[in-house]
């Protein structure tokens, strides 16, 4: 337990505080910490079991308060999307967490039997998907590796992974959470990760976005809450910057802009600007974070099929609109090669995958805002969807595109940028303009035909690990990332406080490693049966992620049963349903 007590601070609240409930919780905190620290790993593993269990048992009432928020037709098949950035994650991250533990009870490593390798720069790499037979099924053809930080070899990796449940005993004070306004299950999931990763208590402060879920949540983390581990609070920007100074706080973590992080580390105005290039914090505390960025998505050049392109098109369209463009790691920029031949072909399929996307409401505030910006910064784009809530901006000289990549737009915004190299050289051009030109490090996408990247060959090696970005996707979304429990969620690392980018530390990381630098996922460039046809190792049709995917709400329903009660019996309905999508 930490053992350093705030100078003149009581536990007992304040009467005359401006919020008596946040000083009443961090009280509780303070006491349940004690309890926490005295509670041995098998008991920890028995909490997490009765969320995973709970998280499954309230899982229709968490979509249904999510459909209310997001503005949904609850009969949409975009109600997958909640199922599956919801209660899913959640389960699948608190079974992942409990495997964990149990290892770390039994006196081994959370990497003891984990399958090891290695990465341009001598790094060791850590299989994060497919760890089973199940994820070898459900989502075949796709798996993760998380990178290691160069010079940490597999004895060490063993050795540390853990993290602070080495010494569960030794907790770490109470930490603020600052939850997330667009994916329901982020506020959750980093409350699991400061408790379990760096064994805290924590005080959930709820975005005012997401304040229908209390119910749920609270009903879900009940476990957690009951002993005294878990406070849920509500409330605006007020509450959060009490909380987030209050003397009884030990940690701030929050999902956001750069903006927000900028304005809870140094103030705002011109003080605020002017402490942040003196690196003269006014949060007395350390903080990590996750903060979004411009996401680009690089497309090498290959010869490709009509259906190659209008799948990889709406693949795209998806790693933008996928819930309504309010992502993190929505992509932004598509850099594409001018010289390739089907340049003009992809971009009309985009536009068209853009255009007749399902519609539906622009939830988050701000959203029309910064639409209006990007046009009136990009006059010529293209307004796409039924109601031209959409932006599609191509055809620019190559310094027009400058507010694209500094501004993350958080709405359906994309542009299209062109390079004038082909081959190896493209790839190279394309990694120094995404390293060097957008904001933020948290994801890039690559999609390559498996051709090309044969023909690039140590080339197409030497492109990944010259990316800077916390999780790289190859053929897939970095949104697997996110969704795989195993693997870590979080900015490249090493920004610093005044120079935040994409934010400092990770999440999810369920195999609880130590010193991770990046996340690496694969898919498969073509959905089944063309897979199969094409000589690909997957048999994973269109997946249901996809803004275009019929059945993505049946199929994400019974995926969060699975992950609830995995069996073989499952399996059926749920390739069936996929097939359909």
Known sequence: MSTSEPEATSNTPDATSPHPDVDAALADLAEGEKTWADLSLADRRKLLDKVHDLTVQHAADWVDAAVAIKGLDPKSPLVGEEWMSGPYPLATGTAALSA??????????????????????????????????????????????????????????????????????????????????????????????????????????????????????????????????????????????????????????????????????????????????????????????????????????????????????????????????????????VVVSSEWKQRDEFVAALKEALDTAPDRAAYYPGSDSRVAGATASFPTAARLGENGGRVLVTDLEPGAYAPLLQTEYFAPVLGVIDLP?????????????????????????????????????????????????????????????????????????????????????VVHNALLIDRPERTVVRGPFRPSPRSILNREMSISPKPPWFVTNRTAATTGRLLTGFAGAPSWTRLPAIFASALRG
């Not at 597999?154 to 853990?162: E, L, V």
């Not at 996408?445 to 030497?462: C, W």
Request: net charge negative.
């Open 100 to 333: 964990s533990l149990a290892k770390l009870e039994a006196g081994s490593s959370p990497l003891d039997g984990a399958t090891f390798g290695t990465a341009p720069g001598g790094r060791t790499t850590v299989k994060a998907l497919p760890l089973n037979i199940f994820d070898k099924l459900l989502l075949s053809g796709f798996s993760a590796d998380v990178w290691l930080q160069p010079g940490i070899d597999r004895a060490t990796a063993q050795r540390d992974a853990g993290l602070a449940q080495r010494d569960p005993s030794r907790t770490q004070g109470i930490g603020v959470v600052l939850g997330a306004g667009n994916i329901t299950s982020i506020a959750p999931l980093d409350t699991l990760y400061e408790l379990i990763a760096h064994n805290r208590v924590v005080a959930l402060k709820l975005n005012p976005i997401t304040d229908r879920l209390l119910p749920v949540l609270t009903r879900v983390l009940e476990p957690l809450i009951s002993i005294g581990a878990v406070r849920l609070l509500t409330g605006g920007a007020e509450v959060g910057t009490y909380l987030v100074h209050h003397d009884l706080v030990d940690h701030v973590h929050m999902t956001g802009s750069a903006l927000t992080h900028d304005a809870i580390v140094f103030g705002t105005g011109e003080e605020g600007a002017r402490r942040k290039a003196a690196n003269e914090p006014i949060l007395g505390k350390a903080i990590s974070s996750e903060l979004g960025g411009v996401s680009p998505t690089i497309v090498l050049p290959g010869e490709w099929s009509r259906a190659d392109i209008k799948f990889q098109a709406e693949h795209i369209a998806t790693q933008r609109l996928h819930n309504g463009g309010y992502n993190c790691v929505a992509a932004q920029a």
């Open 421 to 505: 190299h082909g081959g190896a050289e493209f790839a190279a051009h394309a990694a120094d303009l995404v390293n060097e030109d957008f904001i933020g490090t948290l994801g890039v996408n690559i999609v390559a035909a498996p051709q090309t990247i044969r023909e690039l060959g140590a080339e197409f090696d030497s492109l990944l690990e010259s990316l800077r970005y916390g999780t790289i996707a190859v053929n897939a979304w970095t949104g697997v990332g996110y969704l795989t429990a195993t693997a870590t969620w979080g900015a490249f690392p090493g920004h610093t406080l005044n120079d935040v980018q994409s934010g400092i530390g």
